[in-house]
Structure formats: C-alpha cells, structure tokens
C-alpha cells in the first residue's frame, strides 16, 4: 500500500549538517524544476501563437490570387467561419436540453447505485475517438437520416430557408455533421451540469420539499437556479469543443464553397478545421500558409468562447451559496 | 447522489395513497407507448426504428401527462412528465454510445485477424490480386506501432511535465506568475486538436524546413493536448492531500521537496495514475494534429526522428475514405481499426477506474 502515515515517514533520521545541506539543493533544484515547468507553460502557449503567427503572415503579405479559391483571405475564410459557427451552434442547441436532462437524471432521478455507473457510459461516450464517431456517423447515421428526417422536414418545414432542400439523399448534410458533434460534446456539458447540480444545497431542497412541492418543483426552485451558471459554462465549454472538432466534420460533409444556410441540403459550408484536415495533406507553399492562417482565426474563436464561458463560471460560483 | 426527502412511492393502494398512480399503471403507460409507436410500422407498411422511437417517445409523454392529470391533479401530472422526459432524454443518449459501439463490433470484427495485427499495408501485386478475389490482406501492425511511439512520446513529455505544473501551482505557487500559469492552462485546455497540430508542423517547419513529417512532431502536438488535462487532474487531486500531512512532515524536520516526493505524491498517486491514463485516452484516439503532423506510411517506421508514421486513428480515416479497390477491403480495415481504437480506449478507461480504486489510500475522503 502507498499510503503514507506521517510517523513512519520518509527519511525520519534526524537531519544531521551534511544530509541538511543535500535537502537545501535539493529544495532548490525540486522547487526550480517545479517552477520551471510552469514557466514551460507560458512559452509553450507563447510558442503556439508565435510559430503560427509566423507561419501565418505570408499569407498577408503576398497574392493569394494564384491559389485556388478566393482572392483575398477574408474572402476564403468568411464561409468557413459561417461553416464552423453554423455545425458548432447546431451542436449547442441539439446537445444543451439533452445534457441538462441527462444530468438531472443522473444526480436526481437514477437509483442511487445505478447512478455512477450510468455517468461512466456517458463518460465514455466522452472517450470514443472522434474518427470513429466520423465513420459511424456516415455509414450508420446519415442513411437513416437522409431515409427518415430531411424528407419530412423538407415536407413540412420546408417553408424555413433551414429546411428548403432539396433534402439530401447521401446524408452528407450539415445537421448530420452537427448531430455528430451534438453527440460528442453532450458529455462535456452532462459532466458539468452533473456537478453543480450535485453541489446544490441540502438545506434549499429540503425547504422546497417541506413547503409540499413535488419533485419537479424542487428542481425548479432550487436545482436549475443553482446550476444556471454550471450550465452556461458547459455549453460554452461544449461550444469551444464543438468549434475544434475537425474528423467527424471532416468525413460527413461534403463541402462547396460560399454560405449556405439549408442544412438538409448537398451542399454545405466547409468548418475550418475540417478544411484544414482535408487540405493539409495536398498542400505545399503558400497554400499550407493559407491553411495555418485559418487555424489561428480558429483559435481565436475558441479562445474568445472559452474565455467567456470561464467568466461565467467564476461569476456564477461566487455568489451563488448565498 | 441526493438523499433529500423523496415523496414516498406507493406500491400498495389504500385510502391515504388512493388518486395516485401505482408502479404498474405507469409500467402500462409505458408498454402502451411503445405498442402506439409500433402502429406506425402498420400505417407506413415498413419497420423505420427512427419514427418508431420518436412516436413512442411522444405518445409516453403525452399519455403519462394526461392520465396524470385526471387522476393525480395538474401539479403531479407535471411532476410525472418531467421523470418522463428526463427518463427519456437519457435512453436517448445512450441509443447512438450502443449504435457507435455495436457497429464498431459489428463490422470491425470481420478483419480483426491475426492478419490485421502482424501485416502492414505494404501490398506485394499478389497480395493486390488476393485482395482482388476477396482475401484478407494488408493490417495495422505499422499504425499500432506508430500510435504506440507517438502516444509513448506525448506521455514522457507531457506526465513530468504536467505533473511538476502541478506541484508548482499547489505546493510553490503563490501570486502573479501562479494565477498567471492556472489561466494559461485554462487557455492551453481549450486550444482544438488541429491548431496543436498546425502548431507542431509550424515549429518543425521552421526548425527542419518545410514538408517535415515525423513522429516526434505528432509527439510535441499530443503534449500540447496531454499537458493541460494531467496538470489540471494532478492538481485537484495534490490539493486534495490534508495539510496535517504535510505539516507532520515539516515537523519531523524533513525538507520540503522530500516531503512532496515522499509524503504528497504517494497519498495522491491514485488520482494521479487515474488522471494520466484518462489523458492518455485522450489523445490516443487524436487524428486531426497526427494527420497534419506524421502523415501516413505504407510501412513500419520505429524511427519517430525520421519520416512519415502511420498512426492508428489516421490509418482508419485514410482505409475508410480512399479504400481502394475493392472498396470493402479498405473499409474493413478501418473498421477493425476503429474497433481496435475503441478497445484500447475501454481498456484505458477501466484502467483508470481501477487504479482509483485499487490504490485510493483509506481513511483519505
């Protein structure tokens, strides 16, 4: 067994004068590897926005006229960003009542004892490569999408530019796309909103439950006001994950380029991480510069996402036990 | 879990539970949901599993929520419609982790052969025209190894690396550079997959010119990934190490760092192994950042400094999208890939649940 009991620890021989000048070193060189590893931290993230910053900037300063696609970058970049928005929102607002559902089914509403084993499945989910969600999703997914869902959406709602068509009959559509990603960053967002509702105070659903309400209205007065924050963080988290998601993108859509707001039809805005993983490979020159320009735009999206969502988070806590 | 006061269930009727809905009234509704939404095999002549769930979903709500209402009154007829949904909301999730995990079984099992695991993609022109006839040919054996160098590169990186993050910010840090570093963490988490990626290429483009494709730049691009969640998942679990310890430590006189190496690090090592393996889960299923950085090989490379590597997520994009001819061999392959990815993931994962069981010290928590 590991653990350690404080009497019988470590090297408990009294320190005598040669082992305390070995402890002085070693505190030294213990405390600077420590802290230099914090520091690597710093450059490292520096090193990101530097080497792509670096790698970036021909695509700023020279024609972009020979490369194939838009003139300017802004203008071969724009239907990305719509591209990687779009199937990242979708995602957001498939995933979100999902996972709030979920959650609450797991702190409040499971046996107890089954209750972990059902937050390890959706753990898992969390764990599945997303190559492997890519793959499912265009040969298990999309057919039975394509079969069922975008034919009677097109019938139905087809009057919403969403849903005008013509409906795609392989599947390789955007709201594909973003079921795939809904699936993949609903762990994220159960993960969190589990937490906090699971931190909601004893006492406040307790008072609810004693002035006669029912289960629900527990929930209602207690749980969800608590959680609010947790859940808005999770969403944002999910967003920004959503946002970088590149594989699963990569293989359903089948990407044209411009903007393109039906999402059940064949032809759909590429996300810029999915262009990057498709492109890169081909790429040589001024192209790969082109490429990596992309990826930081991307990275700033995320960045300003994340950033929010920690804001939240840290505004919601704070003030919430009170 | 919750264990606040639950309006008690009622299994037996009588005249203090009586206008309320018994266990297997509700069990009714639920059959009599599911029998409705097979009606619509009837009224559309054909078996569509989508429509069937969807309409036993909408039928289940609908019945629990009015029959409710008649016989409990509008507020527990609310109550019982939100178990429903929530109920339901979660089978939903769980409907595509079965799907994902049963397909992956179902169709990746057909080439998960001794052939898969020792041959590699390196076709001689009689393996081609075996392949032709409809043999099984051509494996993985050079993208489990190159996922092996890769992943093994990321973690001796990324492991001391993050772990001595970690005992900074609990043990050392205070201040500025302290708050500054928990924040740049934060940012690090979020970077996406690719941009780590591009960030590989781009420092190794730089350093060894253009087109560089090595497993060590797929290495650096998974210890961008990998840092971040072993620092954060050693640092709560460092932070959760009682303070008396470390004093009674101190007051035995023994110096800090042997304190943190012999007293802190084995009372967290639990969570601390837990955390490293789920990283590790993490980024072995990574394909963008590998795609960009190591490209993809026909042939065994264990030299992780020079040339292209296959890896395993990369492998299984690149046999399901350009499978060749004929297109079932390919996708096979990366079937059996997938479902190789997925075992070495649930293995990792139990592993990690283990280890927090196995070595979580008594009497901590």
């Known amino acids: 067994m590991t653990i350690t009991d404080p009497t019988d620890t470590t090297g408990a021989t009294p320190p005598g004068a040669s082992s305390e000048k070995v402890s002085k070193i070693g505190d030294k060189v213990f405390g600077g590897l420590a802290k230099g590893a914090g520091i690597m931290i ?75 084993t059902l937050a390890y499945f959706v753990d898992l989910l969390a764990a599945i490569p997303s190559v492997v969600f890519g793959i499912w999703g265009i040969s298990v997914l999309a057919p039975i999408l394509s079969r069922s869902l975008f034919p009677w959406l097109e019938d139905n709602l087809g009057f919403l530019p969403f849903f005008a068509g013509p409906a795609s009959t392989s599947g390789r559509t955007m709201l594909t796309a973003g079921m795939v990603l809904a699936v993949m960053i609903l762990p994220i967002i159960t993960a969190i909103s589990r937490e906090v509702f699971l931190q909601t105070p004893r006492l406040h659903e307790e008072a609810s439950l004693a002035l ?103 505004a919601g806590f704070s003030g919430a036990d009170g | 879990m919750t264990s606040t006061l639950t309006p008690a269930p009622s299994s037996t009727r009588n005249s203090l539970t ?7 009234q509700l069990g009714l509704i639920v059959v009599g949901a599911i029998l409705l939404g097979a009606l619509t095999w009837v009224f559309s002549g054909s078996v569509n ?18 029959i409710s209402r008649i016989v409990e009154g509008r507020r527990k007829a609310l109550d019982r419609v939100v178990v429903a949904v929530v109920t339901c909301a979660f089978l939903l999730v769980m409907l595509p982790l079965v799907s994902v995990i049963w397909t992956v079984i179902e169709r990746g099992s057909a080439r998960f052969d001794s052939t898969f695991f020792t041959g590699t993609m ?36 990324s492991v001391p690396f993050g772990l001595f993050t970690a005992i900074y910010l609990v043990e050392y840090g205070k201040g500025k ?44 691009a998974l210890t961008v990934l990998m840092t971040p969640v072993v620092v954060r998942s050693a640092e709560e679990m460092l932070r959760l190490v009682p303070n008396e310890l470390r004093e ?18 084995p009372t967290a090592i639990a969570g601390v192994l837990t955390g490293i393996t789920l990283a590790i889960a993490r980024v072995i299923g990574e394909t963008a950042p590998l795609l960009v950085t190591v490209g993809l090989a026909q042939d065994t ?65």
């Open chain 1, 212 to 314: 006669g309400a029912t289960k629900w209205e527990m929930i209602k007065q207690a749980v969800l006001p608590y959680g609010r924050s947790g859940i808005i963080s999770g969403a944002m988290l999910g967003l920004g994950r959503a946002l970088g998601e590149t594989m699963a993108v990569a293989i359903i859509l089948s990407p044209s380029d411009g903007y393109f707001w039906d999402i059940i039809s064949n032809q759909n805005s590429n996300t810029i991480a999915a262009n990057i993983a498709l492109k890169f490979p081909e790429s040589s020159g001024l192209e790969v510069n082109r490429l990596i320009a992309t990826g930081l735009v991307l990275f700033a999206i995320t960045f300003l996402v994340n950033a929010v969502a920690r804001k939240i988070a840290s």
């Open chain 2, 177 to 220: 550079l302290a708050r500054g570093i928990t924040s740049m963490v934060d940012v690090m988490t979020g970077i996406p997959s690719i941009v780590a990626g591009l960030f590989a290429y781009a420092l190794f483009e730089l350093v060894f010119g253009p087109g560089t494709r090595t497993g060590l730049a797929g290495g650096v």
């Open chain 2, 49 to 66: 599993w989508a429509r069937w769930i969807a309409a036993s979903i909408v039928a289940y709500v609908a019945a629990t929520y009015v």
């Open chain 2, 301 to 365: 490379n264990y030299n992780p400094l020079d040339g292209r590597m296959t890896t395993l997520p990369v492998y299984t994009y690149y046999q399901y999208v350009q499978p060749g001819i004929p297109p079932e061999a390919g996708q096979n392959r990366a079937w059996a890939a997938a479902l190789a990815l997925v075992v070495i993931v649930a293995v990792l994962f139990t592993t990690a649940r283990l280890l927090a069981k196995i070595l979580k010290p008594k009497g901590l928590r």
């Open chain 2, 18 to 24: 009586s206008g309320q809905l018994t266990r297997v």
């Open chain 2, 122 to 157: 390196r076709l001689t022109p009689e393996d081609i025209a075996a392949q032709n006839e409809g043999a099984a040919v051509g494996g993985a054996y050079h993208a489990i190894v190159g996922t092996l160098i890769v992943t093994g590169i990321a973690t001796a990186f």
């Open chain 1, 42 to 116: 710093l450059v490292t993230l520096a090193g990101v926005a530097l080497f792509l910053l670096t790698e970036a900037w021909p695509t700023f300063t020279n024609d972009l006229s020979e490369l194939s696609g838009s003139d300017t970058f802004l203008g071969y970049v724009g239907p990305l960003i719509f591209g990687t928005i779009l199937a990242a929102t979708l995602a957001l607002i498939l995933a979100t009542p999902l996972a709030v559902a979920v959650a609450l089914f797991i702190s409040h509403y499971a046996p107890k004892r089954l209750a972990t």
């Open chain 2, 248 to 265: 009674a430590s101190y007051a035995l006189g023994v110096p800090k760092w042997k304190t943190i190496v012999k007293v802190v690090l």
